[in-house]
Antibody
């Protein structure tokens, strides 16, 4: 059974930084692309970032490009999201998701963690 | 950017009803569309990929159709467990979600 466990969410001041982690189990992590998707309180879903299985390719939504960095450690079965220059509008639950790719070349989200809450406020 | 528009935004229905949710793309996405179900306080669950491919374990009362810019999710006979919010997502170029359709009990 696929298990994804996010951690690292916290209350942080505007302009601050935070690193989220996602511990994966139940599948071959090093064979799978992974993504972060967020959901502001009471709002819809927003794709944030995706990393290929090897880590050689990384992709970002325009809203976080230049501020967030996705990475992975395949030896630890762990996905990360480094979040810098945080803004109030980054307040959301952040989900990690095992990602599937088809011939379109892009990804959708197969299995999801339960999420970790990031609150950006002074 | 490809925009996804779902309709309706909310829907009230009864157990046993047939329900259809529509998702429209701002440009053609072929069949690169998925549907998710999300219940309050829970992570989304993948229901359908490639517009009409039912995921393993998803009840057959769920079905998807469409190609190009217009897609539908149909629940043939609503069950109590189906009351939730449904999202579409395109994966033709990057990833964009619809705004969601909240399905509640009439």
């Amino acid at each position: 059974e696929v298990q994804l466990l996010e951690s690292g969410g916290a209350l942080v001041q505007p302009g601050g930084s935070l690193r989220l982690s996602c511990a994966a189990s139940g599948f071959i992590f090093s064979n799978s692309a992974m993504s972060w998707v967020r959901q502001a309180p009471g709002k819809g879903l927003e794709w944030v970032s995706t990393i290929t299985y090897s880590g050689s390719g990384t992709y970002y939504a325009d809203s976080v490009k230049g501020r967030f960095t996705i990475s992975r450690d395949n030896s630890k079965n762990t996905l990360y999201l480094q979040m810098n220059s945080l803004r109030a509008e980054d307040t959301a639950g952040y989900y990690c998701a095992q990602s599937r790719v088809e011939s379109s070349g892009w990804y959708y989200f197969d299995s999801w963690g339960q999420g970790t809450l990031v609150t950006v406020s002074s | 950017d490809i925009q996804m528009t779902q309709s309706p935004s909310s829907l009230s229905a009864s157990v046993g009803d047939r329900v259809t949710i529509t998702c429209r793309a701002s440009q053609s996405i072929n069949a690169w569309l998925v549907w998710y179900q999300q219940k309050p306080g829970k992570a989304p669950k993948l229901l359908i990929s490639k517009a009409s491919r039912l995921e393993s374990g998803v009840p057959s009362r769920f079905s998807g159709s469409g190609f190009g810019t217009e897609f539908t999710l149909t629940i043939s006979s609503l069950q109590p467990d189906d009351f939730a919010t449904y999202y579409c997502q395109q994966y033709s170029r990057y990833s964009t979600f619809g705004q969601g359709t909240k399905l509640d009990i009439k």
